[in-house]
């Protein structure tokens, strides 16, 4: 299995070494051909509208999007997971993503007081363990359409709790990053269970 990480922007090299404990072999995607070449994808943590406008800088902002579309194995984290959503909250103006899964996401959700923070998720569809994440200037799912399995919750109060990892056929995201913990258990399940 050859699965690319976009590599435009953000913490590629975390998700190569995930990757490769996994078992896959990975390669950074920045060409067209290179993504040609690449049967999955994984779209990093870092910055949703810079990884966005170096996807039309670099011409791969369609072609993307048509391999998503046509059911290339895609996991987003993070910025990832910002970019595909169908629908984007807070979002800068003109902000476009490549989309794919039917939700509303919020970007830097968590707000300014706790921009970054950790904390353990239960999630028995991810892992038997509880994952420990990583948020950074964070986004949560506000809302999801038909199909749109929530893997993960983050409970923020007695009554208040967000969807912080998705699943849509083929397409994973996460709004934490398991690439800079050494938790294996996402990218497992992209490999195991997404990409299968
Ligand atoms: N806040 C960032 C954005 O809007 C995402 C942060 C991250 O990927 N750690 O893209």
């Not at 406008?53 to 997971?81: Q, V």
């Not at 967000?162 to 690439?179: I, K, S």
Request: aromatic share 6%; glycine share 8%.
């Amino acid at each position: 299995m050859l699965v690319g990480v976009l590599a435009l922007q953000g913490d590629v090299r975390e998700h190569i070494v995930s990757l490769e404990k996994c078992g896959a072999d990975a390669i950074t995607v920045r060409t067209p051909q290179e993504l040609k070449e690449v049967e999955a994808l994984v779209i990093p943590g870092g910055e949703s509208t810079t990884i966005a406008s170096l996807a039309h800088t670099f011409d791969l902002f369609e072609p993307i999007s048509l391999r998503i579309k046509s059911g290339m194995p895609t996991y987003g984290s993070c910025a990832g997971m910002i970019l595909l959503a169908d629908q984007i909250l807070d979002a800068k103006a003109g902000q476009k993503s490549f989309g794919g899964i039917n939700m509303i996401v919020r970007r830097n959700a968590f707000g300014r007081q706790i921009d970054s923070f950790e904390t353990d998720l239960i999630a028995p569809a991810l892992s038997a363990n509880p994952i420990r994440a990583v948020f950074i200037r964070a986004p949560w799912v506000e809302e999801t359409g038909k199909d749109v399995e929530i893997l993960a919750r983050y409970q923020r109060g007695e009554a208040d709790s967000y969807p912080v990892a998705v699943r849509q056929g083929r397409l994973l995201a996460t709004a934490f990053h398991p690439e800079i913990t050494g938790d294996l258990s996402v990218h497992r399940y992209f490999i195991d269970e997404v990409c299968k």
